[in-house]
């Protein structure tokens, strides 16, 4: 993770920290449900997914913070 | 909209309005005198503006290249707002018995209804949400309104070929069947549409976004039942792959529109076997229509960097387009010359600066920005343009059965309400901390029910300039009101009241177009006065 946070989003809202009682249970869960999914149906599983959650996460904030931390992790894989 | 094909219309005669020669052709050498305001183009936005100027005592000419109104449906929403700005002409009523009101909206996903809407979360107003009448009608009751209007001189096949504008005018050239004339005019507003010819003899760009999907409209006059609300479906079993949406005008008319995609080929689409056999799937075997008009049509998102130069001023179409779902383009050109209009007649009589215009542009900048990315988000959500985004889009339309969150994320068309112009100059900001609701400087006034019942509506009892709305017992008195500002009492404990989030005293200083500039707990002379300096440009 760098130090520079992306400039337009406001860095603090989204917990880093583990939140998670039982973190091997709920990862594999995570994976588990895309078992035997096509690509495309794994696209459209975890659009559902991510919609699911964010209208439950609610905060605006967080999700801004959220998407930025996850296209900046992407984009340090690809360098 | 860009416009591939036209047909017939069977349910609406167009009468061919008169030309006359005007007088200038006959009297060029004497010196005539000048034109207050020149409008060009004879839509819904020029007459309107017209009308508007005429209330305040301003003598326009109108002129119009053509001699008739509209050629097919085009803008049918007319929106709450909009109707409010013609009743004051009159005739929004006669719009309202002619046209189909309604409030309802339907989304289907394949062949099932998955979310309804209200679009009037405040019922008990004067005017409903939407009354959905063809533009050929709207221009005709304007058309007549102007011919019978002393102040509107409205003339048809009058076709502006050269505007040259100063520091204190413009010179227009104008063509006509019998040769061409020169008009002096103090400003001129160009109505003259999306294609503007004004704007192209100014050489002004036009910069904005295109967008490649087309679209099939088919006005049809179907011989049976009819829905009284709009219905949008996703996927339909009679149009698989794309969006189908359904309106209903006035005269048993439908506007059925046909989402084609970016590589459909518009010439075969519009054939009328081609076009009757989507309406086959659709209606089923035993359905019967007539066409009236058929069209198929992309769209561009546009905005001029300023709609004032110099003496020439730009409106509706001409200064900017979005596309047509939400209904922003007519009722945004409506909202625009309400706007310019009471600011329009200040400076011509010299009760204001100049510089007053600026906040025309300004205010119906900032509209037009809210209109442009409400549109572009709806527009991304029926044709979405990249692969991941019609993955969300699919899901949020998979989830809405069952998900009541995932209803408010279906976009298939933010309909129009008036737009905001928080923080334009001319208002004034809340000082008062304890609002809990009502509109805010920078936003339209609501209307409600006043007095006891079948005393009327609030927007009929507003003044023809500033108003100012305090709530107090019946027979307060307005000591020290400032000139041209109309008092208006309102007493009691209705819906006005919540409304307005109003307690004894409560007063909201309205503008001549029915935005708030300002309000205050406590009626305060000095204060309402200093606001309507400040909303003059006088401050």
């Given at each position: 993770m760098s130090d520079d946070a992306p400039s337009a989003v406001v860095t603090g809202a989204l917990r880093r920290t583990l939140n998670l009682a039982r973190p091997d249970e709920v990862y594999n869960a995570i994976v588990e449900a895309h078992k035997d999914l096509t690509d495309e149906q794994c696209r459209a599983f975890d659009a559902r997914l991510i919609l699911l959650l964010a209208n439950h996460v609610g905060d605006e904030a967080a999700i801004h913070e959220a998407l930025a931390a996850a296209r900046q992790s992407l984009e340090e894989e690809g360098t | 909209m860009g416009r591939a094909g036209e047909g017939r219309l069977s349910s609406y005669t167009y009468r061919r309005y008169p030309y006359r020669r005007p007088a200038e052709l006959d009297g060029q050498a004497e010196r005539r005198p000048v034109v207050p305001v020149v409008i060009v183009g004879a839509g819904m936005a020029g007459p309107t503006l017209a009308l508007s100027l005429a209330q305040r005592g301003i003598a326009t000419v109108v002129l119009d290249e053509d001699d008739t109104v509209s050629l097919g449906s085009r803008s049918i929403c007319q929106a709450k707002h909009s109707l409010e700005i013609w009743d004051r002409f009159g005739i929004a009523e006669r719009m309202v018995e002619k046209g189909i009101t309604w409030e309802q909206g339907e989304v289907y996903l394949r062949d099932k209804p998955i979310y309804r809407f209200n679009?009037?979360?405040?019922?008990?107003?004067?005017?409903?949400a939407f009354v959905n009448l063809q533009q050929y009608y709207v221009e005709e009751y304007l058309f007549e309104r102007c011919l019978a209007e002393p102040l509107v001189d409205l003339r048809f096949r009058n076709k502006v070929v050269g505007v040259a504008s100063r520091d204190d005018g413009v010179t227009v050239e104008v063509e006509t069947p019998d040769g061409r004339y020169t008009l002096e005019a103090d400003w001129l507003v160009a109505c003259d549409g999306v294609r503007s010819p004004v704007r192209h003899m100014l050489g002004l760009p036009y910069p904005g976004e295109v967008f490649h999907d087309q679209f099939l409209i088919a006005d049809i006059r179907l011989l049976s039942e009819l829905p009284r609300e709009r219905r949008f479906w996703f996927y339909p079993p009679f149009h698989p792959t794309n969006s189908v949406l359904l309106h209903r005008q006035a005269d048993n008319v439908l506007r059925v529109d046909f989402q084609l995609g970016r590589d459909a080929d518009a010439e075969e689409e519009k054939k009328s076997e081609n076009v009757d056999r989507r309406l086959r799937q659709m209606f089923g075997p035993d359905a019967r229509w007539e066409h009236e008009w058929t069209s198929v049509y992309t769209f561009t998102c546009r905005m001029m960097?300023?709609?004032?130069?110099g003496r020439v001023i730009f409106a509706g179409d001409a200064a900017h387009v979005v596309s047509p779902f939400g209904a922003r383009g007519g009722n945004g050109a409506i909202a625009d010359v309400d706007n310019l209009a009471w600011k329009l007649a200040l400076v011509l009589e010299g009760s204001a600066p100049a510089n007053l215009l600026e906040s025309y542009c300004s205010e119906r900048r900032a509209a037009s920005r809210e209109n442009i990315l409400n549109s572009t988000r709806s527009t991304d959500f029926i044709t979405p343009k990249f692969a991941a985004a019609r993955a969300f889009r699919d899901a949020t339309l998979s989830l809405a059965r069952d998900f009541p969150f995932a209803r408010a994320l279906i976009n298939s068309g933010r309909l129009s309400v008036p737009t905001g112009h928080a923080g334009s100059a001319l208002d004034t900001p809340d000082t008062d901390q304890d609002w809990r609701r009502g509109p805010t400087p920078g936003r339209a006034m609501v209307d409600a029910p006043v007095g006891g019942e079948g005393e009327g509506w609030l927007v009929d009892r507003m003044g023809p300039g500033f108003t100012l709305l305090t709530f107090a017992e019946r027979g307060f008195a307005f000591e020290?009101?400032?000139?041209r500002v109309t008092g208006l009492c309102v007493s009691g404990d209705g819906l006005a009241r919540q409304r307005y989030d109003a307690q004894p005293g409560t007063s909201y200083l309205i503008r001549p177009d029915r935005y708030v500039a300002a309000r205050w707990r406590r009626y305060d002379p000095a204060a309402v006065d200093a606001a309507v300096r400040r909303a003059t440009g006088n401050g």
């Amino acid at each position: 993770m760098s130090d520079d946070a992306p400039s337009a989003v406001v860095t603090g809202a989204l917990r880093r920290t583990l939140n998670l009682a039982r973190p091997d249970e709920v990862y594999n869960a995570i994976v588990e449900a895309h078992k035997d999914l096509t690509d495309e149906q794994c696209r459209a599983f975890d659009a559902r997914l991510i919609l699911l959650l964010a209208n439950h996460v609610g905060d605006e904030a967080a999700i801004h913070e959220a998407l930025a931390a996850a296209r900046q992790s992407l984009e340090e894989e690809g360098t | 909209m860009g416009r591939a094909g036209e047909g017939r219309l069977s349910s609406y005669t167009y009468r061919r309005y008169p030309y006359r020669r005007p007088a200038e052709l006959d009297g060029q050498a004497e010196r005539r005198p000048v034109v207050p305001v020149v409008i060009v183009g004879a839509g819904m936005a020029g007459p309107t503006l017209a009308l508007s100027l005429a209330q305040r005592g301003i003598a326009t000419v109108v002129l119009d290249e053509d001699d008739t109104v509209s050629l097919g449906s085009r803008s049918i929403c007319q929106a709450k707002h909009s109707l409010e700005i013609w009743d004051r002409f009159g005739i929004a009523e006669r719009m309202v018995e002619k046209g189909i009101t309604w409030e309802q909206g339907e989304v289907y996903l394949r062949d099932k209804p998955i979310y309804r809407f209200n679009l009037q979360p405040e019922p008990e107003q004067k005017f409903p949400a939407f009354v959905n009448l063809q533009q050929y009608y709207v221009e005709e009751y304007l058309f007549e309104r102007c011919l019978a209007e002393p102040l509107v001189d409205l003339r048809f096949r009058n076709k502006v070929v050269g505007v040259a504008s100063r520091d204190d005018g413009v010179t227009v050239e104008v063509e006509t069947p019998d040769g061409r004339y020169t008009l002096e005019a103090d400003w001129l507003v160009a109505c003259d549409g999306v294609r503007s010819p004004v704007r192209h003899m100014l050489g002004l760009p036009y910069p904005g976004e295109v967008f490649h999907d087309q679209f099939l409209i088919a006005d049809i006059r179907l011989l049976s039942e009819l829905p009284r609300e709009r219905r949008f479906w996703f996927y339909p079993p009679f149009h698989p792959t794309n969006s189908v949406l359904l309106h209903r005008q006035a005269d048993n008319v439908l506007r059925v529109d046909f989402q084609l995609g970016r590589d459909a080929d518009a010439e075969e689409e519009k054939k009328s076997e081609n076009v009757d056999r989507r309406l086959r799937q659709m209606f089923g075997p035993d359905a019967r229509w007539e066409h009236e008009w058929t069209s198929v049509y992309t769209f561009t998102c546009r905005m001029m960097e300023r709609f004032l130069h110099g003496r020439v001023i730009f409106a509706g179409d001409a200064a900017h387009v979005v596309s047509p779902f939400g209904a922003r383009g007519g009722n945004g050109a409506i909202a625009d010359v309400d706007n310019l209009a009471w600011k329009l007649a200040l400076v011509l009589e010299g009760s204001a600066p100049a510089n007053l215009l600026e906040s025309y542009c300004s205010e119906r900048r900032a509209a037009s920005r809210e209109n442009i990315l409400n549109s572009t988000r709806s527009t991304d959500f029926i044709t979405p343009k990249f692969a991941a985004a019609r993955a969300f889009r699919d899901a949020t339309l998979s989830l809405a059965r069952d998900f009541p969150f995932a209803r408010a994320l279906i976009n298939s068309g933010r309909l129009s309400v008036p737009t905001g112009h928080a923080g334009s100059a001319l208002d004034t900001p809340d000082t008062d901390q304890d609002w809990r609701r009502g509109p805010t400087p920078g936003r339209a006034m609501v209307d409600a029910p006043v007095g006891g019942e079948g005393e009327g509506w609030l927007v009929d009892r507003m003044g023809p300039g500033f108003t100012l709305l305090t709530f107090a017992e019946r027979g307060f008195a307005f000591e020290r009101l400032p000139q041209r500002v109309t008092g208006l009492c309102v007493s009691g404990d209705g819906l006005a009241r919540q409304r307005y989030d109003a307690q004894p005293g409560t007063s909201y200083l309205i503008r001549p177009d029915r935005y708030v500039a300002a309000r205050w707990r406590r009626y305060d002379p000095a204060a309402v006065d200093a606001a309507v300096r400040r909303a003059t440009g006088n401050g």
